[in-house]
């Protein structure tokens, strides 16, 4: 077993000896950020890697929500998600929108296009799902409320970089979608984020919205913000682009050895994946039902950490529970949102993370499932539940 600790994700990054003569050639250029040359191939290639029409690069996802709400305009009440990363409802805050929570779907954690219509008034003006671990929101139901509303609908789509939904980038749903390259994703470019627009005049305005606004010397067209990525990251982002398809390559492999081990054991559920989704493996998350497991989510938390492993309670507590967002009307009854977020662990999961490693997770899982001599009686548990 490795020495060092075991955590949710270790980067992945490009060969240094690549890297460097990038390096030098940023050097000799002098030209280090505001539309350089390595920033224009790289938003190129990948709008061909992605298999979208147009991307715009940010200096990180955030960024990239605020622009986005920005560059549609969308003002008033937004529907979204309790359960994900507090920046995808701070981006809400940061526009003066306010946040109205729908409860997810009990399965793959995403908002329910099923509680969608009940939450619109005559304030919302769009949507703001999140394809949670990458895996795909119910993309045609949301459009159909969005159509009939008059919604826009932006996907945070920061865990979805390179998903595929029906052989189409998912990318390609709503209006705009996001995408986050921070150190911990799928694909990093230390940070980073883009916008994924569908025509040129959007990409445009976009595009003055992460440089202060600025068409040309003389012209300000909006009150923009500083969210360029510059040529260090993307002549980065350029090599990593090389390496992606061999890093899914691991994470599958990764993947498939947790399925194999955790399969069977009660209270333990994994996602399981749907036959028109090409996924990137961007989490592992499993739920532990702590009625038919026998011990709690917190209790594997812990058993883990005692080995140097750590997982991640990726998203617990929802964001709807903080103090920004706990007064709103909508925080409360998201009664599915909060059972998930009780029962999550998301365990590590990297491209190079050893199978030995995984072989011990699974057995300390395993282990914690047969022994009985801690376990709490199954019936004890229903009275404390039904007591609380
Ligand atoms: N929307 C969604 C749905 C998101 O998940 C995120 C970000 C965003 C929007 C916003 O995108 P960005 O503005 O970040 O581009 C991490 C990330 O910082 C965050 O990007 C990510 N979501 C979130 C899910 O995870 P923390 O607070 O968990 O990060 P931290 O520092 O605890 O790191 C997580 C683990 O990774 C640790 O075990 C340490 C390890 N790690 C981390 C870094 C930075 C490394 O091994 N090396 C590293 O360089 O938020």
């Given at each position: 077993?490795?020495?060092?600790?075991?955590?949710?994700?270790?980067?992945?990054?490009?060969?240094?000896?690549?890297?460097?003569?990038?390096?030098?050639?940023?050097?000799?250029?002098?030209?280090?950020?505001?539309?350089?040359?390595?920033?224009?191939?790289?938003?190129?290639?990948?709008?061909?890697?992605?298999g979208?029409?147009?991307?715009?690069?940010?200096?990180?996802?955030?960024?990239?929500?605020?622009?986005?709400?920005?560059?549609?305009?969308?003002?008033?009440?937004?529907?979204?998600?309790?359960?994900?990363?507090?920046?995808?409802?701070?981006?809400?805050?940061?526009?003066?929108?306010?946040?109205?929570?729908?409860?997810?779907?009990?399965?793959?954690?995403n908002?329910?296009?099923?509680?969608?219509?009940?939450?619109?008034?005559?304030?919302?003006?769009?949507?703001?799902?999140?394809h949670?671990?990458g895996n795909p929101c119910k993309v045609e139901?949301?459009q159909?409320?969005?159509?009939?509303?008059?919604?826009?609908?932006?996907y945070?789509a920061?865990?979805a970089?390179g998903v595929k939904l029906k052989n189409s980038s998912v990318l390609n749903y709503g209006?705009?979608s996001?995408?986050?390259?921070?150190?911990?994703?799928?694909?990093?470019?230390?940070?980073?984020?883009?916008?994924?627009?569908?025509?040129?005049?959007?990409?445009?305005?976009?595009?003055?919205?992460?440089?202060?606004?600025?068409?040309?010397?003389?012209?300000?067209?909006?009150?923009?913000?500083?969210?360029?990525?510059?040529?260090?990251?993307?002549?980065?982002?350029?090599?990593?682009?090389?390496?992606?398809?061999?890093?899914?390559?691991?994470?599958?492999?990764?993947?498939?050895?947790?399925?194999?081990?955790?399969?069977?054991?009660?209270?333990?559920?994994?996602?399981?994946e749907a036959t028109n989704v090409d996924y990137n493996?961007?989490?592992?998350?499993?739920?532990?039902?702590?009625?038919?497991?026998?011990?709690?989510?917190?209790?594997?938390?812990?058993?883990?950490?005692?080995?140097?492993?750590?997982?991640?309670?990726?998203?617990?507590?929802?964001?709807?529970?903080?103090?920004?967002?706990?007064?709103?009307?909508?925080?409360?009854?998201?009664?599915?949102?909060?059972?998930?977020?009780?029962?999550?662990?998301?365990?590590?999961?990297?491209?190079?993370?050893?199978?030995?490693?995984?072989?011990?997770?699974?057995?300390?899982?395993?282990?914690?499932?047969?022994?009985?001599?801690?376990?709490?009686?199954?019936?004890?548990?229903?009275?404390?539940?039904?007591?609380?």
């Amino acid at each position: 077993m490795e020495k060092r600790k075991i955590l949710v994700t270790r980067p992945q990054l490009p060969p240094l000896n690549e890297f460097i003569p990038m390096l030098e050639d940023i050097w000799d250029s002098r030209w280090l950020t505001n539309n350089g040359k390595y920033h224009e191939e790289f938003e190129k290639a990948l709008a061909i890697f992605l298999g979208v029409p147009y991307v715009s690069l940010f200096a990180n996802g955030t960024l990239a929500l605020m622009a986005a709400l920005q560059c549609l305009r969308v003002k008033g009440e937004v529907i979204t998600t309790p359960y994900s990363f507090v920046a995808t409802t701070h981006s809400l805050w940061w526009n003066g929108i306010k946040p109205v929570f729908v409860d997810i779907d009990p399965v793959y954690g995403n908002l329910n296009p099923d509680l969608i219509e009940a939450a619109i008034t005559p304030e919302t003006t769009a949507i703001l799902p999140v394809h949670v671990y990458g895996n795909p929101c119910k993309v045609e139901a949301i459009q159909n409320l969005a159509d009939i509303y008059g919604l826009k609908v932006i996907y945070d789509a920061a865990h979805a970089f390179g998903v595929k939904l029906k052989n189409s980038s998912v990318l390609n749903y709503g209006d705009l979608s996001i995408l986050s390259f921070h150190a911990t994703k799928v694909f990093n470019t230390i940070e980073g984020g883009a916008i994924i627009s569908h025509d040129l005049k959007t990409k445009k305005r976009i595009d003055f919205l992460k440089n202060f606004g600025i068409a040309d010397e003389t012209t300000v067209v909006a009150p923009g913000i500083n969210a360029k990525m510059n040529e260090l990251q993307a002549a980065y982002g350029m090599l990593q682009l090389k390496y992606f398809d061999t890093a899914i390559d691991g994470r599958k492999h990764i993947t498939d050895k947790y399925k194999e081990g955790l399969e069977g054991i009660a209270g333990i559920r994994f996602l399981n994946e749907a036959t028109n989704v090409d996924y990137n493996y961007s989490y592992f998350p499993i739920f532990v039902d702590e009625l038919e497991f026998g011990r709690s989510r917190d209790d594997v938390f812990e058993e883990l950490k005692k080995y140097d492993i750590y997982g991640r309670r990726y998203f617990y507590p929802l964001i709807s529970e903080f103090s920004a967002y706990r007064g709103l009307p909508s925080a409360k009854g998201l009664d599915v949102a909060y059972e998930l977020s009780r029962q999550i662990i998301c365990l590590p999961l990297y491209p190079d993370l050893a199978d030995e490693v995984v072989e011990t997770i699974v057995s300390i899982i395993l282990e914690m499932s047969l022994d009985e001599t801690k376990k709490i009686p199954v019936k004890m548990l229903h009275q404390i539940k039904r007591n609380k």
